[in-house]
């Protein structure tokens, strides 16, 4: 079902539309259940759970001990015996203590079940940086889960697809990384793009996961991005109107990739601009490089250009900070190049 | 026993770090308005400070040496400062300065200061493990230092802890697990999250001694530590105290801590700084003039400490690039 957006559509920021998306199918699902560090009262560190607790009590929106290794578990337990729960890991980075849980158990029962068990939750989690939180607070890592087989990982741009997405995650067979950027959050204590307020359909509606959307039209130069970036890049799309036609592809998914939607877009454009706030190395950004080249290097008119965190830890002082993070000048800089 | 000379310095020692942290609060606020923003300011980021939380850092570091070591948790000010981490430098590091501790590469969750012997790591109970190895190292170099791992209440239900006590006690290492217990996980209350009331329990899991140390009291906390710490430098192997502390402000600046209710009163009716002072006032240990100069004296050695830190250069952008490997 695709839901309908016209002016009239409210706006609220991406933490009410992933909020909204859980209760509409607690509603509809008595199996989905809410579990995690802070997401009762205090309605999750980063706003994702705000006024679950109210509504569903804490029979259903369970705080729990800071004990990842054992509530991604018992996720994991509750999920193939048929519910359907919703695990918040406060922030990716975290992903340290409980990582045998998610990549071990969660990912690859179903596989080495030969397709007998299912593990249907979702793990939501909050990623990126930008604001000094440094460097075990600020990762985003997509392309750490996205490695190994077994996950689903999805991470929106806006409130639409962050409902659309969350609504898919819950309602899918296998398990799912649902990464939130803080950024696009749309906290009312954080800077933020106003993209992070946007058009959001009360209705329930989904997103497939997979599926890449074409953020914005253009024919000199293909930008993919995922995320917040996506952010970015829109900007720079609509500051370069008139002089470079930037196409700008939101993966929204990175697993499953959406490799046709890169390919179709790079041969019309025949130059490529990855931006990507995960680290730039033997993630993301290169497996888009090899999507091209396994299929038709010749398709690129210029090398491509990746516009990604450096393969450093992420340093706490702004200013080191923003040295390393994708920015619009930089990728103004990348798509001025590859144009050139 | 504390003798009075002793009891002053606690008093001074905890009036320091409360400056320290209330100076901290208020240049962190004070360029984040009109609109509150995380990232703005001299101080950006994330910032966990550990008012009335003080007696247990006292109390502890006043039986270590400079060679033994501590793991401290994501609120790490008090722990520093007692331990004799370097203020202005501590200071310089919040600030994202390059005289920083760490060059402004690690920010307040991640203090490090080698010739303290004192670091400090954002993820719950993750320093514990790594003060089971510190202690490894002391121990097999014959040296009669000794490792502390502090941690919150919350941190003692990650597998880390559990890990980490084991290990110690097998091994029979010199190290002391201090839990502080402020009653609160964020906006998790502790009684929804552990179901002891008396952590120190768990002690007995790995057969090693325990106690539970209430009151928030930096005697009964010194007392309390000097065992334990004695007991690991003799060659007797692993404590675990858990201390009752109080967290007075919210888990982060910029925490409403609307869950916190009629406590969050009790709380702040609890600060152990001003009844500390009282006591010695009223036992004629200190006279009220010479509590508010010693007052007054950390208070001036703060604001020095914050000058520096703000008329420190920054890093030089290209600087992020360094330092991975060694």
Redesign the interface.
């Known amino acids: 079902m695709t839901a309908t957006l016209d002016a009239g559509t409210r706006r609220v920021t991406t933490a009410k539309a992933i909020s909204e998306a859980i209760a509409q199918e607690m509603r509809s699902d008595p199996e989905v259940f809410v579990m995690g560090e802070d997401v009762g009262p205090y309605g999750g560190i980063f706003g994702s759970t705000g006024g679950l607790f109210e509504e569903f009590g804490s029979t259903r929106i369970i705080d729990t001990p800071i004990s990842e290794t054992g509530f991604i578990g018992a996720g994991i337990g509750a999920a193939v015996e048929g519910m359907r729960p919703v695990v918040e890991l406060m922030f990716v980075d975290f992903f340290g203590v409980c990582f045998d849980q998610i990549y071990n158990h969660m990912a690859k029962i179903h596989y080495e079940s030969g397709g007998n068990v299912k593990v249907p939750m979702v793990i939501m989690t909050a990623v990126g940086g930008g604001y000094s939180d440094a460097a075990q607070h600020s990762q985003c890592l997509w392309a750490t889960f996205a490695h190994m087989p077994g996950m689903k990982v999805v991470a929106p741009s806006n409130p639409y697809d962050a409902k659309g997405l969350m609504i898919s995650a819950i309602r899918d067979d296998s398990p799912v990384i649902f990464m939130f950027h803080k950024g696009v959050m749309g906290l009312p204590w954080m800077a933020k793009n106003p993209r992070s307020i946007g058009p959001v359909p009360e209705e329930e509606y989904t997103v497939p996961i997979g599926k890449a959307a074409i953020a914005h039209e253009g024919s000199d130069v293909t930008v993919v991005s995922v995320s917040i970036s996506v952010q970015h890049c829109l900007d720079v799309a609509e500051e370069l109107e008139g002089t470079t036609s930037v196409e700008v592809i939101d993966l929204r998914s990175i697993v499953p990739l959406d490799r046709e939607a890169i390919l179709t877009s790079v041969a019309k454009t025949g130059r490529l601009v990855i931006v990507d706030e995960d680290y730039k190395s033997f993630g993301l950004s290169g497996e888009i490089v090899a999507t091209i080249a396994d299929k038709d290097p010749s398709l690129l008119k210029k090398p491509v250009e990746r516009v990604c965190y450096p393969d450093v830890p992420i340093p706490y002082a702004r200013v080191l900070e923003y040295e390393a993070l994708p920015t619009r000048d930089k990728i103004k800089a990348a798509i001025a190049k590859v144009t050139a | 026993m504390v003798d009075n000379d002793t009891r002053v310095d606690f008093f001074r020692q905890m009036a320091r770090i409360r400056a320290y942290e209330a100076a901290l609060q208020a240049n962190y606020h004070a360029d984040k308005t009109p609109q509150?923003?995380?990232?703005?300011g001299l101080i950006?980021?994330?910032m966990h400070l550990a008012a009335g939380q003080e007696p247990v850092a006292v109390g502890l570091c006043a039986n270590l040496v400079q060679e033994d070591a501590i793991t401290a948790p994501h609120r790490p000010h008090h722990l520093a400062l007692a331990k004799g981490v370097d203020m202005k430098k501590m200071t310089a590091?919040i600030y994202?300065?390059d005289t920083g501790l760490?060059h402004?590469?690690?920010?307040?969750?991640?203090l490090f200061a080698p010739e303290q012997h004192f670091s400090c790591?954002?993820?719950?109970?993750?320093g514990m493990p790594v003060a089971v190895g510190q202690a490894m190292a002391f121990s097999r170099r014959g040296t009669d230092n000794v490792a502390v791992a502090v941690a919150g209440e919350?941190?003692a239900?990650?597998?880390?802890f559990h890990e980490a006590l084991n290990l110690a006690s097998m091994w029979k290492l010199p190290v002391v697990f201090i839990i502080e217990d402020n009653g609160w996980?964020?906006?998790?209350a502790r009684d929804?999250?552990?179901p002891i009331k008396d952590g120190s329990l768990r002690g007995s899991a790995y057969g090693m001694p325990s106690q539970r140390v209430e009151g928030n009291d930096v005697e009964a906390i010194y007392e309390a530590c000097k065992t334990a710490v004695e007991r690991a430098r003799a060659g007797g192997g692993p404590t675990l105290l858990e201390i009752h502390t109080v967290r007075l402000w919210g888990h982060f600046e910029?925490d409403a801590q609307?869950?916190r209710g009629e406590e969050l009163n009790e709380a702040t009716e609890s600060d152990p700084l001003p009844a500390y002072e009282k006591r010695l006032v009223s036992a004629g240990i200190l006279t009220q003039e010479q509590a508010d100069q010693i007052k007054t004296e950390v208070a001036a050695e703060v604001d020095e400490a914050i000058e520096f830190a703000k008329s420190s250069p920054?890093?030089k952008?290209?600087?992020?690039?360094i330092h991975?490997f060694a």
């Open positions: 509150w923003d995380i990232g703005a950006p980021g994330e590091e994202g300065r760490c402004g590469k690690g920010g307040h969750m991640h790591s954002g993820i719950i109970g993750q919350g941190a239900n990650q597998g880390a996980a964020i906006s998790v929804t999250a552990t910029g609307a869950y920054e890093p952008p290209a600087d992020a690039y991975v």
